[in-house]
């Protein structure tokens, strides 16, 4: 059996050799932390973009969507408190040279006792069989008593570090825990400093006329800027939302996991404007619904969980991750945050503009407070693949990989292939394909055997191949191979396009959201 770190490194080649996801300027050797989406890629990222935007702009009449500029006027930086407070703490290891960032260095550290935790119960599961009771053995073992005592002495010392912004604390409790670097496998550490993580250029042409300028690390603040313009032009009324995706730039220290953190990703950002005081229902509300958006896409409801953050960011009341089970653990792919109404405040001291709204049903004016929902395209992109990604073992020795995709964000729906090249079957596939292409993603490949072809589509996650066949031209019935179970079907090609929407078609999630 492969470990969960080899399939993560097959399906990263896998992603490359079959044009989802290139390194950036690969002829150069790529550049760290930035990626190109290929042919496939880009189509997957579409439809997880469309799925997104659609359940929020389409669904929801009291939620529109904007597209602002990445260049901001710097200010806004300064009024969202990113130019003071974007930091890392970061560490570096003297031996290896390496970098870290120490948060992440210890958050690993608690994950060493979770896996402990977890190790002594499945053990003991094992051994009790069916009358095991798992809360009665955590509460009375003592070995288990132990891990979850340092485990939890560990967390309060972590987050009363982070809160207090304490730098020297935190490498203590990296020296305290006796944590090693894992190239050098050594504790010769530096002092812990922090790092803007903000991306500067400069705009204008001389030297001295130019302005520095930021690359935007959030697409948050190109919202919070724009909200009167929204809300007088569009007659918004409270409580409603502006929705927006487009580029985000972070100079993250480390970069690893291929797409999971990088230095140019994209975000799907929405911001809900609601009354103060009524903003924690609304952070339950969007707890909920974003976590269903996730599970209808049906890649497993044990794959998610809810994370709750050690430290609230400067602007929060309340935080929460939604985490995936990535093959490296549960990871955040998308965070829900109360943001108070610290952004608007904040831009309304800066420009000296009144950002209020007028309540009619209170008959007062006060600044909106706000929930957050933000999710990177790219990590919700890279739960997508690894949750997909299967090698299977075949009956008769022969083995195959397949994507199994949610057919609705699948890249291709359709695979049209003649079963030889002539005798007419290329000209009825291509009449086939003619009547599909206006609505689903078709492709058409007449080259190897069926089989070989097959697996290709398997590879790319296409859900339908449809085989024209000499039978075909009589009786106007194609083989429909189905890409998981594999099975065959005889159907009528006037039947095709009801049997494909039915599986791909966005609406079927969308119903699932709304009941
Ligand atoms: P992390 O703790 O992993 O650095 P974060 O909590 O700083 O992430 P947010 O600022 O809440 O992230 O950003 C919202 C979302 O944007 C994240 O849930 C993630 O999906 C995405 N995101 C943030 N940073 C990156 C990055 N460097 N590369 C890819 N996606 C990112």
């Excluded at 529109?64 to 901001?72: E, L, N, R, Y």
């Excluded at 960032?101 to 009790?128: H, S, T």
Aim: net charge neutral; charged share 30%.
């Amino acid at each position: 059996m492969a470990t969960q770190e080899e399939v993560f490194k097959k399906m990263v080649s896998h992603c490359k050799e079959y044009g989802f996801v290139f390194p950036s300027s690969d002829i150069y050797d790529g550049l760290a932390a930035v990626y190109d989406y290929g042919q496939m890629g880009v189509e997957l990222k579409n439809n997880i973009k469309k799925y997104w935007w659609d359940s929020m702009v389409l669904l929801h009449e009291n939620i529109v969507g904007i597209d602002a500029a990445i260049f901001m006027h710097p200010t806004t930086w300064k009024a969202s408190g990113h130019v003071d407070a974007f930091n890392d703490p970061l560490i570096d290891n003297r031996d290896s040279k390496k970098r870290y960032r120490a948060d992440v260095l210890i958050e690993e550290q608690i994950a060493k006792y979770d896996e402990k935790i977890n190790k002594e119960v499945e053990k003991a599961a094992k051994k009790f069989g069916e009358s095991f009771d798992a809360e009665l053995f955590k509460s009375t073992n003592p070995r288990v008593q132990e891990h979850i005592q340092k485990r939890e002495a560990l967390h309060t010392r972590f987050a009363k570090a982070l809160n207090d912004n304490n730098l020297d604390e935190l490498k203590q409790i990296i020296l305290d825990e006796g944590i090693v670097c894992p190239i050098s496998g050594t504790k010769n550490w530096t002092d812990v400093r922090q790092f803007n993580l903000m991306f500067t250029t400069e705009m204008g042409s001389t030297a001295d006329g130019s302005t520095k300028i930021y690359l935007r690390p959030e697409t948050a603040q190109g919202i919070f800027v724009n909200y009167l313009n929204v809300q007088k032009t569009g007659r918004m009324r409270i409580p409603f939302g502006i929705a927006q995706i487009g580029k985000a730039f972070r100079n993250e220290i480390v970069a690893r996991q291929f797409i999971f953190r990088m230095r140019e990703f994209e975000q799907m950002e929405m911001q809900f404007f609601v009354r103060p005081g009524s903003e924690m229902e609304w952070f339950k509300h969007w707890k909920e619904f974003r976590l269903k958006w996730h599970k209808a896409l049906g890649l497993g409801d044990e794959k998610y969980r809810f994370h709750d953050h050690e430290k609230l960011a400067h602007y929060a009341n309340a935080a929460t991750d939604i985490e995936f089970e990535m093959p490296f653990g549960f990871k955040e792919v998308e965070g829900i945050h109360s943001r108070t109404n610290f952004d608007l405040s904040q831009h309304a001291k800066y420009s000296g503009k009144k950002i209020e709204y007028f309540d009619p049903e209170l008959n007062e004016s006060y600044t909106p407070y706000v929930i957050e929902t933000s999710i990177g395209v790219d990590r919700m992109f890279l739960s997508i693949m690894c949750g997909s990604y299967k090698e299977e073992q075949l009956e008769g020795g022969d083995s195959r990989v397949v994507l199994q995709l949610p057919p609705v964000l699948a890249p291709v729906k359709a695979a049209i292939l003649p079963l030889v090249k002539k005798d007419g079957l290329p000209e009825k596939a291509r009449e086939i394909m003619n009547s599909l292409k206006f609505d689903f993603k078709c492709v058409y490949d007449e080259k190897d055997s069926i089989g070989k072809r097959y697996r290709r589509q398997d590879a790319v996650g296409t859900p339908f191949c449809i085989t024209v066949d000499h039978d075909t031209l009589n009786d106007n019935c194609v083989t429909v191979r189905y890409r998981d179970s594999m099975k065959q079907d005889r159907v009528k090609i006037d039947d095709l396009h009801a049997l494909i929407d039915a599986q791909v078609n966005m609406k079927n999630l969308f119903r699932k959201l709304i009941d």
